[in-house]
């Protein structure tokens, strides 16, 4: 390995902090990628420079080019609380913010199969996630009623058992003089979580029906990966809002064509797909 190696092995771990990036668009880096995968000494050298900068290295491949995540301490990490400022001034607002990155990860990718499908894409509507935030919390609240817990906990209280509380005191849409949906709102809050989530190119959105429409990217799948051990992740799963096993989904809006208990739109345009 020379100079030029470092600077090679610098310049593809530059490309993957680029998240919207793909190798099928550029030919150097798709050359790097390849040069990755085939050369096992620059391998090691392009992680290694990934490694001094604080960024642990997910996967390269030609479908999510140099996928990486950054670790707590390095200079690239985006915390979530950081973003939550940036995104809300009010500490009910941040937690909001942060349940609807969870619930977006958990309905993009409903079964642990869709998880470690490479091929797999998921959709995800803004009204879609709202509903199934809104089922959470009616099963969280049965939960709570059934042991006799159902008691307004501290406000610093953890866990999804809290947030059921919070979230469903806030108004799904809101309206603005000029008709735009509030940005206090939950649908607004979803809203502004899935901009960022495009932003760092994890998902691309695809339509505006149902408050928006997005389909997810293999770079926001590695990130999921990572992140499905988590406690939060596993809780919310535990639910089973979203069992998929014959494609019929458990979760649907109003049938009548009102508003259902929870102020939503029977065109809330849910995400489930049939699978064969």
């Not at 470092?6 to 310049?11: E, G, I, L």
């Amino acid at each position: 390995m020379h100079a030029v190696d470092v600077a090679d092995a610098a310049r593809l771990v530059g490309f993957g902090l680029q998240p919207k990036l793909v190798p099928a668009r550029d030919t150097e880096y798709a050359e790097l990628v390849r040069r990755h995968r085939e050369d096992p000494a620059f391998a090691r050298l392009a992680d290694a420079v990934a490694a001094g900068l604080g960024l642990i290295v997910l996967e390269v491949s030609p479908r999510a080019g140099m996928a990486v995540a950054a670790a707590e301490d390095s200079v690239f990490a985006v915390r979530m609380g950081d973003y939550a400022r940036r995104a809300a001034s009010d500490a009910g607002d941040r937690f909001l913010h942060g349940l609807a990155h969870l619930a977006a990860a958990a309905l993009a990718y409903p079964r642990p199969e869709d998880l470690a499908d490479d091929g797999y894409i998921g959709r995800i509507t803004v009204h879609g996630v709202d509903a199934f935030v809104r089922q959470a919390c009616r099963r969280l609240e049965e939960r709570a009623d059934e042991s006799g817990e159902n008691t307004d906990p501290a406000s610093d209280a953890p866990g999804l058992e809290a947030a059921w509380r919070v979230y469903t005191r806030r108004s799904a849409t809101g309206a603005t003089k000029d008709a735009r949906r509030l940005a206090s709102s939950t649908t607004g809050i979803i809203g502004k979580a899935l901009a960022f989530l495009v932003d760092s190119g994890f998902f691309q959105r695809t339509g505006d029906e149902n408050g928006g429409t997005y389909r997810t990217t293999a770079r926001y799948q590695l990130q999921v990966r990572d992140m499905a051990g988590t406690a939060a992740m596993a809780e919310l799963l535990d639910l089973g809002i979203v069992p998929v096993g014959d494609g019929t989904g458990t979760l649907v809006p109003a049938a009548d064509g009102d508003a259902g208990p929870d102020g939503l739109a029977a065109d809330a345009g849910l995400p489930f797909h049939t699978y064969s």
